[in-house]
Structures are given as structure tokens and as C-alpha cells.
């Protein structure tokens, strides 16, 4: 299931949404994510309906991560618990150390539906300012913070149309570019990449390679293309069913920078591409 997102993630208060932990210290060993024990029941009594069992991975600051695994696993229910818009059933997700109790400030997220997540009656311009409402920005800093971001996503000339007048890649472009205005230090996404033709796929991969290098910023996409994760990824998450657990961390050793034609064709891309499938087809 793809989480049909509303457009804004609200940036609520910082200290309200991190359960406060005033013993947490953070230190250079202290993942920017951390997953453990996460679990995660639906329901109650005999309709309950575990979905996550027993979740552990971290992902460093400034690391790609991507979640593999077969549908229905619980991905996007991962997500959401870690986007604080579920809470965990027991186990924990933190920041920093800190517990997501809600969601965080520092978070913004990607989702595959861009023809849900856009307002198709605003501007380009006015999708990017409408979650950033709330922050009451000078009006200077908003513009800034839109001329940026749709310069980072190669969108400059568009601000002014509507996103029906949009292609489907350069819709997503817009969705990317909202949740970069947002100056976020984590960026989640769910199947970001899934409604697109496959150039523009490829495009979008290296424009979510060119924000990490170019915003240091720490990356968890969810994505049920094996070779997708491992162009992306520092590391793959492997998920096995049910319920959802961790089979296996995946280091990926690819020389940067990435290209798709070059990368894609090593030896050694097609042995990890191998371990991860390998893994997800494994019977359970
Ligand atoms: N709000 C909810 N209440 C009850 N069950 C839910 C809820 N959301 C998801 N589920 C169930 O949790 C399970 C995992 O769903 P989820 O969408 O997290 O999987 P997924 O791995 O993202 O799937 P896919 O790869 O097909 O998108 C499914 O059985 C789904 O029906």
C-alpha cells in the first residue's frame, strides 16, 4: 500500500514531537536514525494484525538507505512510524537519539502519488509556500527558499504553471522540490519513483543522488526496484514477510560518483543486485 499523502507534512513544534529524554546525549556514535525492536500491531484483541515484529537498522547521517522487500511487508507502515504518524506498538524510532513521538521537524517525505500530493489549482510556486505556511517566514525567505529548490530540481522556468500542465517527472520534480523548500535533514520516500517512464526513473535517481551530495542530506526511499536500492543505496535494508523483520543489511561498495550506464554495468553491481534478490526470493 502507497500512503496517499497530504501535501504538507506539518512541522509541528519541535520539542512536542520528540518525547523528551534529557539523559539522551548525542555523540558521534549516535546514529540520525534509529530503529529498535520496532513493532508495529494493527488493531486489537482478535482483530489485531502484527505487521512489524521485531525491526532493527540504523542509518548515519548524511547515508542513503533504501528498504527492499515483498509487497504487502509493511514498508510503508514503517514509514509511517517513523514520519511519528503511527505510533510504534513497542520498540522505538529516534532522531538523534531522541524518540519520534510525532512528526519531526527535521523530516520531510516523498510519496509516489504526485497526482494526489500536488494542488492542482495552486502555481508551481504556491505548492512549495502552502506547507510552509505555518512557519511565517519573511516573504524574502520564502522566495528564496522556492527559487532554490526548484533550481535543485532543474524547475526554475516553471514556477508559474500549473502542475497539470506538468509532465509526470517534472510533477514528482515539484513534489521533491516541496520537501527540499522545507530545508529538511532527513528526507523519507515511498516508491518516489514508481508512477514514471524509465528515463525519467533514471533522471530522478540522480537527482535524489545530486541532493544528498549537494545538501549532505540523509536519505531513507523505500523502492521495489532491486536495482533502484542498489544504485542508490550506501546500504539496503532487506525485509523478509511476515511479519516484517530485518533478513539482511546489505553494505553496498560502488565507487562514486554514480552513473547509471557505468555503475550499472560492473561486476560488482550485478553481484549485489544478485544478494538482494537472492534474499527476497529466499522462501520464508
Ligand atoms: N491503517 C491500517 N490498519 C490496518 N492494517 C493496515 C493499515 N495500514 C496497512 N495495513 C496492513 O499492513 C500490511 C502492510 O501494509 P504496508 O502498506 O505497510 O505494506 P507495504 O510493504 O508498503 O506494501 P506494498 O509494497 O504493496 O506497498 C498490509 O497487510 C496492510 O493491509
Redesign the pocket.
Known amino acids: 500500500?502507497?500512503?496517499r499523502q497530504a501535501p504538507s507534512l506539518p512541522i509541528p513544534n519541535r520539542k512536542s514531537t520528540m518525547a523528551q529524554q534529557p539523559e539522551t546525549r548525542i555523540s558521534a556514535t549516535t546514529p540520525r536514525l534509529d530503529v529498535a525492536h520496532l513493532a508495529?500491531t494493527?488493531?486489537s484483541g482478535e482483530k489485531s494484525?502484527t505487521?512489524?515484529e521485531d525491526l532493527t537498522f540504523t542509518v548515519d547521517a548524511g547515508e542513503v538507505v533504501c528498504i527492499v522487500?515483498?509487497?504487502?511487508?509493511?514498508?510503508?507502515?514503517?514509514?509511517?512510524c517513523l514520519a511519528g504518524l503511527?505510533p510504534a506498538s513497542s520498540g522505538r524510532a529516534a532522531i538523534d537519539g531522541r524518540t519520534i513521538s510525532g512528526p519531526p521537524p527535521e523530516m520531510a517525505l516523498v510519496f509516489q502519488d504526485y497526482n494526489r500530493s500536488l494542488m492542482p489549482w495552486l502555481t508551481v510556486r504556491k505548492n512549495l509556500i502552502l506547507p510552509l505556511r505555518h512557519l511565517k517566514l519573511p516573504a524574502a525567505e520564502l522566495k528564496e527558499r522556492c527559487d532554490s529548490a526548484l533550481a535543485a530540481v532543474g524547475l526554475s522556468h516553471a514556477h508559474n504553471q500549473y502542475p497539470w500542465q506538468l509532465s509526470g517527472g517534472m510533477q514528482q520534480r515539484v513534489a521533491i522540490a516541496r520537501a527540499l523548500a522545507y530545508r529538511p535533514e532527513i528526507l523519507i520516500m515511498?516508491?518516489p519513483f514508481a508512477s514514471v517512464d524509465a528515463q525519467t526513473r533514471f533522471d530522478l535517481e540522480d537527482l535524489c543522488l545530486k541532493i544528498r551530495k549537494d545538501f549532505n542530506m540523509t536519505i531513507l526511499v523505500?523502492t521495489?526496484d532491486i536495482d533502484e536500492a542498489v544504485y542508490l543505496a550506501d546500504r539496503v535494508v532487506v525485509?523478509g514477510?511476515?511479519p516484517?523483520r530485518v533478513l539482511k543489511v546489505v553494505d553496498v561498495d560502488l565507487p562514486a560518483p554514480r552513473d547509471q550506464i557505468t555503475t550499472r554495468s560492473l561486476p560488482e553491481f550485478a553481484r549485489q543486485r544478485t544478494e538482494v534478490l537472492s534474499l527476497i526470493k529466499r522462501p520464508a
Open positions: 500500500m502507497s500512503v508495529k494493527y488493531g494484525h505487521v512489524i522487500g515483498p509487497s504487502g511487508v509493511g514498508k510503508t507502515t514503517l514509514l509511517k503511527h515511498d516508491e523505500v521495489h525485509l514477510s511476515r516484517a
